[in-house]
């Protein structure tokens, strides 16, 4: 990595589900670039292509024309730098929450003790002591989700992609996982590529927000949050800032449909 490069740097993206038919364009011109420890927002309407982005920076899907670079290298076959936390939670159904969460840990080589040390803190950040020895299909959609992210935090990535994490959330869980996640990733400054269909929430962690088209998706346009941090996650929602920014997002949010 040299000091000039930016995380993660999208340029002329465009991905396409079938190759020879150019309506299945799903993304097209997209460009973007995140900087080291940059926190940024995607929202836009459903099938605009949110997802499909995630899964090209996560080097899952090819893109038809464009380039992806992480840390200045293009993107080839899966990177070990990037954790995902997938729209679906991804996770293994064979394996219990403990070794779901623990596996990233083994992959890395820690001690076996620090594992089960650390999955712990973990399983007790996203309020699911007590399920340790359940499978995934015991669980419900959201307990799944906050299995898939306490999973993501193990791993540490260099950039986080997350899509729709805290999706399936009640409205209090999904308060207390931001603010972990907030205070978390304040501490440790690491890049962040975001999905969300929640304004709020989007304002609340970014560093920017960008707003993206309805399909073919493209970078309708950006949004710099200049609110402070440390942010407190639930209370600077009460920052005119922050209703000023709501406000211009949704108006540009809304000329989509
Ligand atoms: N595997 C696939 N094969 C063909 N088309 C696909 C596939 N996955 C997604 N698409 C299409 O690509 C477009 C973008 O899908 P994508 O899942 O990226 O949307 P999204 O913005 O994440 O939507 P949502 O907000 O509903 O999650 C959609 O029109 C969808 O129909
Ligand atoms: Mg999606």
Redesign the pocket.
């Known amino acids: 990595m040299t000091a000039s490069s930016p995380k993660l740097e999208i340029r002329d993206l465009q991905v396409k589900?079938?190759a020879k038919d150019d309506n299945?364009i799903?993304?097209d011109q997209v460009n973007l670039t995140i900087e080291n420890g940059e926190f940024v927002s995607v929202v836009?309407?459903?099938?605009?292509?949110?997802?499909?982005?995630?899964?090209v920076v996560s080097g899952l899907l090819q893109p038809a024309a464009g380039t992806v670079k992480l840390d200045g290298k293009p993107i080839s076959g899966i990177p070990d730098e990037i954790g995902m936390v997938f729209?679906n939670d991804a996770l293994l159904p064979w394996k219990t929450i403990v070794d779901n969460v623990r596996l990233p840990l083994e992959i890395k080589g820690m001690p076996r003790k620090e594992q089960l040390a650390e999955v712990d803190r973990l399983l007790e950040m996203v309020g699911l002591k007590g399920f340790e020895h359940y499978h995934p299909k015991q669980l419900s959609g959201g307990m799944r989700k906050r299995v898939a992210l306490s999973r993501t935090f193990a791993y540490d990535p260099e950039i986080y992609l997350m899509?729709?994490p805290f999706g399936p959330l009640d409205a209090q869980t999904r308060v207390k996982i931001g603010e972990e996640f907030l205070e978390l990733w304040e501490r440790v400054g690491k890049s962040v590529l975001f999905?969300t269909?929640d304004i709020e929430e989007a304002i609340a962690l970014s560093d920017r927000v960008v707003v993206?088209s309805k399909?073919?998706?493209r970078i309708k346009a950006e949004f710099t949050i200049a609110l402070p941090r440390p942010r407190p996650f639930y209370e600077i929602r009460f920052d005119p800032l922050f209703k000023e920014m709501q406000k211009e997002i949704w108006a540009c949010m809304s000329e989509e449909g």
């Not at 836009?44 to 899964?55: A, D, H, M, N, W």
């Open positions: 589900y079938n299945s799903a993304l836009g309407p459903s099938g605009c292509g949110k997802s499909t982005l995630l899964k729209q899509d729709e999905i269909h993206m399909r073919p998706g």
